[in-house]
């Protein structure tokens, strides 16, 4: 493992020891880490919905300031999947469900029992 944490490390340092890149890349998490940025577009907000995506920014940013893949990694992923467990349990859910699945899931149950009340009032008129 320590291999390929090494070789990720040395790719990242060699692209952002580029400073145009590096400054580059510093900006831009900056602008839409900060508040007041503009309206991010649709297709970034939805990849924002993506776990991965979320790790990926989360690790760039500490990787910017520790330089560090594995703390960097660990720390982003464990912040990633906690805000989640924590959002969920507040919202009285499952951790391990998708919320859309959930919401879905209502969606199909409030259906199912609109459903079932009309069959159970037409049961009760035919006796």
Do not use: C
């Not at 291999?3 to 890349?25: K, R």
């Not at 776990?51 to 910017?64: A, D, R, W, Y």
């Not at 893949?69 to 009285?92: D, I, P, Q």
């Amino acid at each position: 493992m320590d291999p390929i944490f090494g070789a990720i490390q040395q790719n990242l340092d060699s692209m952002l020891g580029v400073p145009f890149v590096s400054s580059a890349v510093t900006l831009g998490l900056a602008f839409y880490a900060y508040k007041a940025a503009p309206g991010l577009p649709s297709f970034v907000e939805e990849l924002f919905l993506n776990v991965f995506f979320q790790v990926f920014i989360g690790f760039m940013v500490l990787f910017m300031t520790t330089r560090n893949v594995m703390l960097s990694l660990v720390v982003s992923a464990v912040f990633v999947y906690g805000m989640r467990m924590l959002t969920n349990v507040k919202e009285g859910m499952n951790p391990d469900q998708d919320l859309k699945h959930w919401r879905q899931r209502l969606k199909n149950k409030e259906k199912g029992a609109v459903e079932e009340n009309a069959l159970s009032s037409m049961r009760r008129l035919r006796h």
